[in-house]
């Protein structure tokens, strides 16, 4: 099997990135299918598991970095505690996870069988209970 060069790749990637253009939110393209990038054909190719990873990584990056800003005690959690808040914010968005004060108080006094149990009395606790239990496990742990 052959391979165009590097700096044949890096010509065709700015070809491409001109005939295509980009479009970062999903649109149906002339044919109809939906499409996003640089004309990523999503109903044709589907989204391959190595650019969902590479897409969840920047978005855990972009949660991580949103909530150290956002939380006062951040730098005081462990990782794993880290891990939920991130896991959390990520369901429920940044604002949603600033909606738990009662939470985020207990964060703070380093409470965390208290914010175990905020998290516990609510409606995202009652919605989603599997995934908030394993969450409150890790919270009430410390572990991962």
Do not use: H
């Amino acid at each position: 099997m052959s391979y165009i060069s590097s700096d044949s790749k890096k010509k065709l990637r700015n070809l491409l990135v001109n005939d295509e253009g980009f479009r970062e939110k999903a649109y149906r393209d002339s044919k109809g299918f939906l499409t996003i990038g640089f004309g990523f054909n999503l109903d044709v190719n589907g989204l391959p598991l190595s650019v969902a990873l590479e897409w969840l990584d920047f978005l855990i990056c972009k949660v991580e970095s949103d909530l150290e800003k956002n939380i006062s005690c951040w730098n005081l959690l462990n990782d794993s505690r880290k891990c939920v808040l991130i896991n959390m914010a990520y369901q429920l968005g940044i604002s949603g996870l600033l909606q738990f004060r009662g939470m985020l108080n207990r964060l703070e006094s380093k409470d965390y069988a208290g914010a175990a149990s905020e998290m516990k009395d609510s409606v995202w606790y009652r919605e989603f209970t599997t995934r908030a239990s394993r969450l409150i496990k890790i919270m009430l742990s410390g572990d991962l």
